[in-house]
């Protein structure tokens, strides 16, 4: 049974940094495509940034490039996702998900597995 199991969400300032993880069981992210998705308030899921299977292609939606890096450790089997410079809309549930695919242009709709979500609030 896979699980993937986000943590590291919380209430932080504008300008401040967060460090998501994302623990994965039953598959190893090395043959995934893994990626962070992010689900605001009234709004739809939208992608945010994913890492391939061999972990050496990154790939960001244009909003947070230059805030957000995306890295995974083998050895834990966990993916992260590293916030800076938070701004309030980055406000939003954020999730884990993994797809069983070589390319890093994912959506939520190749999605294979999901986590249930880290609630990030960037709030003065």
């Known amino acids: 049974q896979v699980q993937l199991v986000e943590s590291g969400g919380g209430l932080v300032r504008p300008g401040g940094s967060l460090r998501l993880s994302c623990a994965a069981a039953g598959l190893t992210i090395s043959t995934y495509t893994m990626g962070w998705f992010r689900q605001a308030p009234g709004k739809e899921r939208e992608f945010v940034a994913a890492?391939?299977?061999?972990?050496?292609?990154?790939y960001y939606t244009d909003s947070v490039k230059g805030r957000f890096t995306i890295s995974r450790d083998i050895a834990k089997n966990t993916v992260y996702l590293q916030m800076n410079s938070l701004k309030p809309e980055d406000t939003a549930v954020y999730y884990c998900?993994?797809?069983?695919?070589?390319?890093?242009?994912?959506?939520?709709?190749?999605?294979?597995?999901w986590g249930e979500g880290t609630l990030v609030t960037v709030s003065s």
């Open positions: 998900a993994a797809a069983n695919t070589r390319t890093v242009l994912i959506n939520v709709g190749v999605m294979d597995y």
């Open positions: 890492i391939s299977w061999s972990g050496s292609i990154t």
